[in-house]
């Protein structure tokens, strides 16, 4: 079993990426689970024609773990492994964690309760996943969120950004959480994930990023309308469009991702760089607009 891990800012498309990479996992005959760290439990709604799931801290707690605790909901078989994991596209495993109730408790320790309960349940035994995919928040500030860095849970770890000045300091927060762990048995960086958003394409700016925190781009994905397209109808593209180009890209990264060694600790870059980069991207952009007019 091999486990990754996707990071990276809010909307920048982590779950677009993830879901398909699952979908081209799946149609190439790999057991794939994916799993959704994120509170709004949207994850994988792309391999189950948004048809949503229930979430496992919210089945916990029908099941009375806040009574209970872990310990007595798994002793007491009062959950099963069939109500918290549920079966989307060509067989994709899909299971989302959820969050605490409005206003109670931390969205990142419910992170750490969720995957907790999936090992006692002996999800991972019982299923037999070639590849588990984790889709995480990229606040790795929060514990929970953190979880899979810290205890080496992925064997490696991707960060999907765009050119967007946000989601590029984004990935250095999280190649700095990547850099504290990853010398203490937490997970390595296996490569960036360039995917466009907003008004911006700049792969230089990415590909410059990459390198000087010491990765690499592993994949390119555009802007494609299949993509919005595939998703308001609750699908991958690999599911909606399986013979357009940019379904072609997905399994291509797939096909990298799966194959890939180059694993490194990343050298997050200094408060003046990351400003530099912004410098350089308020530029592009300035121009890119005016040239628009």
Known sequence: MRQIAFYGKGGVGKSTVGSNIAAALAE????????????????????????????????????GIEQLGLDGVVRGNKIRLDEVIYKGYRGVYCAECGGPRPGVGCAGRGVIVAIELLKRLNAFEELKPDMVIYDVPGDVVCGGFAMP?????????????????????????????????ATKGGSPLGGIVYNIRGMLDDDAV?????????????????????????????NTVIEYAPNSGVADLFRELALRISTNTLTSVPEPLAPEEMI????????????????GK
């Open 206 to 234: 990415v590909h410059d990023f990459a390198e000087k925190v010491g990765s690499h781009v592993i994949g390119h994905i555009p802007n494609a309308h299949q993509i919005a397209e595939a998703e308001i109808e609750g």
């Open 28 to 63: 190439h005959g790999l057991v794939v689970m994916l799993i959704g760290c994120d509170p709004k439990h949207d994850c994988t709604r792309n391999l189950r024609g948004e048809v949503e799931i229930p979430t496992i801290l919210d089945t916990s707690r029908d099941k």
């Open 276 to 291: 530099r980069i912004g410098q350089v991207i308020r530029r592009r952009t300035k121009e890119k607009y005016e040239a």
């Open 149 to 181: 860095l810290r205890r080496g849970l992925a064997d490696e770890v991707y960060i999907v950004t765009s050119a967007d000045y946000l989601a590029l300091y984004a990935a250095n927060n999280i190649c700095k959480g990547i850099s504290e762990f």
